[in-house]
């Protein structure tokens, strides 16, 4: 994450949008697939190692054949070294702690394919010109998410919003830069902490709803919930769901996290009024021409 004082914002400088990021997406047959299917020796040990890990027995489901091949692939592949404890269990997908190369720690988030609501993922996907030619098969659009998420905290990031950085994706993992640290564990959640200064909180995250929309992208589940509070900073979470100013009810989405945004930090204190919010991010052009 980058640095800076008390409620820096980032630079603004830097953060052309190279456009690659409007590319199809492919879903076809991935490589944990082909892991799974293959079940070498070192494969198996390596699924036997973490059936039998204490952090992962509740959560036996999660992890079928597939899913642990794409965690074998991400280890493979240097993104992860060893497998660390739940930072949270949701309805379609487990957060872990993890230790990623050289001491780094990384957050890796699990999609459960089967738990997946996705029919409304489809819905979600409905515009988006990254997945125009995706058909209804419930691997390929759990897939196609989880590989949304992805680009969607890279686009985050080069358009100046504080988030996680994304790692690497491999199947229906993602991973990413761990938000927190060894003494307090993970970063707070906005609605976790008293917000000291309400007016400074509200400015940095009105920007970046700012910043993410002028680069074509709207949340859509912009609420206290998915803003992290870490190192006197903000830090936007759970971009899976965003959508780009394509889709069909892209305006509704964007309302919607202007009215929870609006509604958590009057709640707070600071009375914030939803149609000046959504004048203020809306002030600047989106520009989805950066395709
Ligand atoms: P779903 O709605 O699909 O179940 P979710 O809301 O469970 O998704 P997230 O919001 O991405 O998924 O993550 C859940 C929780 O895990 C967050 O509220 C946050 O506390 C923690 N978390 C997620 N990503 C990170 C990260 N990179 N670093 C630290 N903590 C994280
Ligand atoms: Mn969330």
């Given at each position: 994450?980058?640095?800076?004082?008390?409620?820096?914002?980032?630079?603004?400088?830097?953060?052309?949008?190279?456009?690659?990021?409007?590319?199809?997406?492919?879903?076809?047959?991935?490589?944990?697939d082909r892991?799974?299917?293959?079940?070498?020796?070192?494969?198996?040990?390596?699924?036997?190692?973490?059936?039998?890990?204490?952090?992962?027995?509740?959560?036996?489901?999660?992890?079928?054949?597939?899913?642990?091949?794409?965690l074998?692939?991400?280890?493979?592949?240097?993104?992860?070294?060893?497998?660390?404890?739940?930072?949270?269990?949701?309805?379609?997908?487990?957060?872990?702690?993890?230790?990623?190369?050289?001491?780094?720690?990384?957050?890796?988030?699990?999609?459960?394919?089967?738990?997946?609501?996705?029919?409304?993922?489809?819905?979600?996907?409905?515009?988006?010109?990254?997945?125009?030619?995706?058909?209804?098969?419930?691997k390929?659009?759990?897939?196609?998410?989880?590989?949304?998420?992805?680009?969607?905290l890279?686009?985050?990031?080069?358009a100046?919003?504080?988030?996680?950085?994304?790692?690497?994706?491999?199947?229906?993992?993602?991973?990413?830069?761990?938000?927190?640290?060894?003494?307090?564990?993970?970063?707070?959640?906005?609605?976790?902490?008293?917000?000291?200064?309400?007016?400074?909180?509200?400015?940095?995250?009105?920007?970046?709803?700012?910043?993410?929309?002028?680069?074509?992208?709207?949340?859509?589940?912009?609420?206290?919930?998915?803003?992290?509070?870490?190192?006197?900073?903000?830090?936007?979470?759970?971009?899976?769901?965003?959508?780009?100013?394509?889709?069909?009810?892209?305006?509704?989405?964007?309302e919607?996290?202007?009215?929870?945004?609006?509604?958590?930090?009057?709640?707070?204190?600071?009375?914030?009024?939803?149609?000046?919010?959504?004048?203020?991010?809306?002030?600047?052009?989106?520009?989805?021409?950066?395709?």
């Amino acid at each position: 994450m980058e640095q800076g004082s008390e409620f820096d914002l980032v630079d603004v400088e830097g953060t052309e949008i190279d456009g690659d990021e409007w590319d199809p997406i492919d879903v076809s047959e991935t490589d944990a697939d082909r892991i799974a299917k293959k079940r070498d020796r070192k494969f198996e040990q390596f699924e036997k190692r973490i059936k039998d890990a204490d952090q992962f027995k509740v959560e036996q489901s999660v992890f079928d054949d597939a899913t642990l091949a794409a965690l074998y692939k991400l280890v493979q592949d240097g993104h992860v070294d060893a497998f660390g404890g739940p930072i949270s269990t949701g309805k379609e997908a487990n957060v872990y702690l993890a230790r990623g190369p050289d001491d780094t720690e990384v957050a890796i988030k699990v999609y459960r394919i089967n738990a997946s609501n996705f029919r409304q993922m489809r819905d979600y996907l409905e515009g988006d010109p990254r997945f125009e030619g995706l058909g209804g098969k419930k691997k390929d659009v759990v897939l196609a998410w989880v590989k949304k998420e992805f680009a969607n905290l890279k686009r985050a990031k080069k358009a100046g919003v504080l988030v996680p950085e994304p790692i690497a994706v491999e199947r229906n993992v993602l991973v990413m830069e761990y938000i927190g640290d060894d003494q307090d564990g993970r970063a707070k959640r906005l609605g976790e902490v008293s917000v000291e200064n309400p007016e400074t909180a509200y400015n940095v995250l009105r920007e970046y709803m700012r910043r993410l929309y002028s680069a074509g992208l709207i949340h859509g589940d912009l609420s206290e919930y998915n803003v992290v509070f870490y190192e006197g900073q903000l830090v936007v979470i759970d971009l899976g769901q965003a959508v780009t100013v394509h889709h069909p009810n892209s305006y509704e989405f964007l309302e919607r996290d202007c009215r929870n945004v609006a509604n958590f930090f009057t709640r707070e204190g600071f009375a914030v009024e939803t149609d000046d919010l959504l004048e203020f991010v809306t002030a600047v052009s989106a520009d989805p021409s950066r395709d």
